[in-house]
């Protein structure tokens, strides 16, 4: 999280773990009976407009790349509304920026749906990441914790090996993890700034992939968190758009490089 971004992460959190997790175990939706089949009971009406924090929210910051656990109110990732139903009962899954938001939802997720998690994130995230897995254990599933910084090609390695050894094998890669820095103009972005977004939301994906692949197996997924920035950027958001329409272009490209193989790659765009 940066101080300097403008754009609601809560937003970004809404139905995304539902999405996530729908995208991986499709196949085993369709295998496994008719929508609705076996709900007896109707369950009770709620009226969404009072279920969750409204703003306006006070102005607070953090240093990067701050906590969830420290934002006032504490953003929603399905600790106490998500509920899973068996359907990545045995998978085993590696998830950048597993932390926090996008990748926090996820997470949990997979957990309650029967799926054994590894989150990667930055070792200053460690209380959020803590939380996190503790969450995923309290679904009697292994919950494995890797800090590291992806911008290091050798490091992505490390990350991949390290998950398929503590949780016995990998079928589901979600490369999540991404920096976004707001800035007014080009001008104003350093070389060092640059590098680095491109480095996290470019080159750490394709690492971390290309690691990954030798471990998946046909039915095995791969899912990217993309962006309506990559087709109507923001002009504030100037290099992590370009990063995001990378993202789009790798997940294409990669599902037909891996239809073949049964590999399946999917993005999620919020």
């Not at 390695?157 to 016995?168: D, E, F």
């Not at 920096?179 to 070389?191: F, G, M, N, V, Y």
Request: glycine share 10%; hydrophobic share 35%; with cysteine.
């Amino acid at each position: 999280m940066n101080e300097q971004n403008t754009i609601s992460r809560r937003k970004a959190l809404t139905g995304l773990a539902i999405g996530l997790t729908s995208v991986v175990a499709s196949p085993v939706l369709a295998a496994g009976g008719k929508e609705g089949e076996n709900s007896g009971l109707t369950a009770e009406l709620e009226d969404p407009r009072n279920k969750y924090p409204k703003p306006p929210f006070k102005e607070q910051t953090q240093p990067w790349p701050g906590l969830a656990g420290k934002m006032d109110p504490k953003p929603d990732h399905g600790e106490k509304s998500y509920k899973g139903s068996g359907r990545l009962k045995g998978r085993k899954a590696l998830i950048t920026g597993g932390d926090s938001g996008m990748g926090r939802a996820a997470a949990i997720a997979f957990a309650r749906e029967g799926a054994d998690v590894a989150i990667n994130y930055l070792p200053a995230e460690e209380p959020d990441a803590q939380e996190v897995i503790a969450l995923i254990k309290a679904e009697g599933r292994k919950g494995v914790a890797i800090p590291g910084d992806i911008t290091n090609e050798s490091f992505c390695g490390q990350l991949v090996a390290q998950a398929v050894q503590a949780l016995g094998g990998l079928d589901i890669l979600v490369n999540n993890a991404a920096l976004q820095q707001t800035k007014p103009s080009i001008a104003d972005i350093t070389t060092d700034q640059f590098d680095r977004t491109m480095k996290t939301n470019v080159y750490a994906p394709f690492w971390i992939t290309k690691a990954a692949l030798p471990h998946l197996r046909p039915g095995s997924s791969i899912i990217s968190t993309t962006s309506e920035q990559a087709n109507d950027p923001s002009p504030e958001l100037f290099d992590y758009a370009q990063t995001k329409a990378a993202n789009t272009s790798f997940v294409r490209s990669l599902a037909k490089q891996l239809a073949s193989k049964g590999i399946r790659v999917n993005g999620v765009a919020p």
